[in-house]
């Protein structure tokens, strides 16, 4: 079974800095991986996905994620946070027949101060 | 286009009362399951269904029973509720197949178990 590790469960960060949170997943096959993010008390809305082809993956509110196959990481990155930014963001692989599984992330929470 | 629906929002249960968390979509998706959200673990699949009539266990199935009888509606039961299972409850529902893994989730029921 796959498993995901988000290496920080919690960055501080303030508005306008740039920030990166950290995912690693431990499958060596072919994967499709996700970035869901939970704003409090609501459900999990995506972010962004990678299916295949560019490495390098646009989503919405000016996030991306780059896949590095090697070092077997899916980082998010955004250039420069806001504070509608505060949220829980989770890491997913999926697996299974139909690739519907998704394999969740412990998630990272960012908390943007002014 | 409501897109999955969940209900009740919240509630309160005793230890050994059983009940039935209602989740619907109106998507037309094939792929439906149920995840449960603890702090610190991500969020971890208990049951899922790829069709009418279909379904099988996630990752954290024991206490819990479900059904599918029409392409919209997946009703999780509880058998007899355990303070274990005091959580936020997800269900989410996706098309089926490679390459269409996007997940869409409801808002959640947290449950609390006495």
């Known amino acids: 079974a796959q498993s995901v590790t988000q290496l920080d469960s919690q960055v501080p960060v303030f508005e306008e800095a740039p920030v990166e949170l950290r995912c690693n997943y431990s499958?060596?096959?072919?994967?499709?991986l996700f970035w869901y993010v939970q704003y409090p008390n609501q459900g999990l809305q995506l972010l962004l996905k990678?299916?295949?082809?560019?490495?390098l993956v646009k989503g919405i509110n000016g996030f991306e994620a780059e896949f590095n196959k090697s070092q077997t990481s899916f980082h998010l990155r955004k250039p420069s946070v806001h504070i509608s930014d505060t949220a829980e963001y989770f890491c997913?692989?999926?697996?299974?027949?139909?690739?519907?599984?998704?394999?969740f992330g412990a998630g990272t929470i960012l908390r943007v101060k002014s | 286009n409501a897109g999955v629906t969940q209900t009740p929002k919240f509630q309160v249960l005793k230890t050994g009362q059983s009940m039935t968390l209602q989740c619907a979509q109106d998507?037309?998706?094939?792929?439906m399951s149920w995840y449960r959200q603890d702090p610190g673990m991500g969020l971890r699949l208990i049951h899922y269904?790829?069709?009418?009539?279909?379904?099988d266990q996630g990752e954290v199935p024991n206490g819990y029973n479900v059904s599918r009888s029409t392409t919209e509606d997946f009703p999780l039961r509880l058998l007899s509720a355990a303070p274990s299972q005091t959580s936020v409850y997800f269900c989410?529902?996706?098309?089926?197949?490679?390459?269409?893994?996007?997940?869409?989730f409801g808002p959640g029921t947290r449950l609390t178990v006495t």
């Open positions: 997913a692989v999926s697996e299974g027949r139909y690739g519907n599984k998704l394999v």
């Open positions: 499958s060596s096959v072919s994967v499709y």
């Open positions: 990678y299916l295949s082809g560019s490495t």
């Open positions: 998507m037309n998706h094939e792929y």
């Open positions: 269904s790829v069709g009418a009539g279909i379904t």
């Open positions: 989410a529902a996706g098309l089926l197949g490679q390459g269409r893994n996007e997940q869409y």
